[in-house]
């Protein structure tokens, strides 16, 4: 069975750039979760999606983040415009029920420059 | 809110030996989930072990086992007999066991890893 996917594995932009990452979760998991960790931080949540709804989305820091889940399948998360300060790795997860195991993927290293 | 503090930022051990590695939470609920997750260099995340809350037994998952205290909010792991391919950034995370719908109960708080080594 294929675990979570992202795309790209590195970005790298120029301030004020556009850029969307992408993730697939495991066939099935109808929850995907997305985290972020900037250098020398903790690993923080973005926002839970449950199929295509938005279950919680607390941690998006600002309005140039937007992520979507057509289709309830994969999951875009679109910087624009993107700033210094959202350098770091993005991770995505994704779990069969909400209770359930999260399992991440490899994570997308976003560099702004 | 919740809050994970892993004092640790880097450890190293030797091959074979046991190493501890700290975890503290601060929380004000009675229903919790704990974890500790690893990352290998250049791969992903996976979990090592979970410990419910309620459950006063110490989670064990082969070499690896926490020491898990209530009271005091400390959730330590300890692996033994360590093994070159436990070389990795160890991330202790909370998740809230409220299952209450419409807020922020499934994600998870983590904290800001400890990378160890092991050495030959």
């Given at each position: 069975e294929a675990g979570v996917t992202q795309f790209p594995s590195h970005s790298v932009i120029e301030k004020g750039q556009t850029v969307t990452l992408r993730c697939d979760p495991i066939s099935g998991h109808d929850n995907l979760y997305w985290y972020r960790r900037v250098m020398g931080k903790e690993i923080k949540f973005l926002l839970h999606f449950v199929k295509e709804s938005?279950?919680?989305?607390?941690?998006?820091?600002?309005?140039r983040f937007l992520a979507e889940r057509t289709g309830g399948t994969y999951s875009t998360l679109k910087v624009q415009?993107?700033?210094?300060?959202?350098?770091g790795v993005y991770f995505c997860a994704s779990s069969q029920v909400e209770v359930s195991e999260q399992f991440f993927g490899p994570g997308t290293r976003l560099t702004v420059l | 809110a919740q809050t994970v503090t892993q004092s640790q930022p880097e450890m190293s051990v030797q091959e074979a030996e046991t190493v501890t590695l700290s975890c503290t939470y601060d929380t004000s609920e009675s229903d919790y989930y704990l974890f500790w997750y690893k990352q290998p260099p250049s791969r992903q995340m996976i979990l090592v072990i979970r410990q419910e809350a309620y459950k006063q037994q110490n989670a064990t998952e082969n070499r690896f086992s926490v020491n898990f205290q209530k009271a005091a909010k400390s959730f330590s792991l300890k692996i033994s007999?360590?093994?070159?391919?436990?070389a990795a950034m160890y991330f202790c995370a909370y998740r809230s066991g409220?299952?209450?719908?419409?807020?922020?109960?499934?994600k998870l708080t983590f904290g800001k890893g400890t990378l160890l080594t092991v050495n030959p």
């Amino acid at each position: 069975e294929a675990g979570v996917t992202q795309f790209p594995s590195h970005s790298v932009i120029e301030k004020g750039q556009t850029v969307t990452l992408r993730c697939d979760p495991i066939s099935g998991h109808d929850n995907l979760y997305w985290y972020r960790r900037v250098m020398g931080k903790e690993i923080k949540f973005l926002l839970h999606f449950v199929k295509e709804s938005k279950q919680d989305e607390s941690g998006m820091p600002n309005n140039r983040f937007l992520a979507e889940r057509t289709g309830g399948t994969y999951s875009t998360l679109k910087v624009q415009p993107a700033e210094l300060e959202d350098s770091g790795v993005y991770f995505c997860a994704s779990s069969q029920v909400e209770v359930s195991e999260q399992f991440f993927g490899p994570g997308t290293r976003l560099t702004v420059l | 809110a919740q809050t994970v503090t892993q004092s640790q930022p880097e450890m190293s051990v030797q091959e074979a030996e046991t190493v501890t590695l700290s975890c503290t939470y601060d929380t004000s609920e009675s229903d919790y989930y704990l974890f500790w997750y690893k990352q290998p260099p250049s791969r992903q995340m996976i979990l090592v072990i979970r410990q419910e809350a309620y459950k006063q037994q110490n989670a064990t998952e082969n070499r690896f086992s926490v020491n898990f205290q209530k009271a005091a909010k400390s959730f330590s792991l300890k692996i033994s007999d360590s093994q070159l391919g436990d070389a990795a950034m160890y991330f202790c995370a909370y998740r809230s066991g409220a299952t209450n719908s419409g807020g922020s109960n499934y994600k998870l708080t983590f904290g800001k890893g400890t990378l160890l080594t092991v050495n030959p």
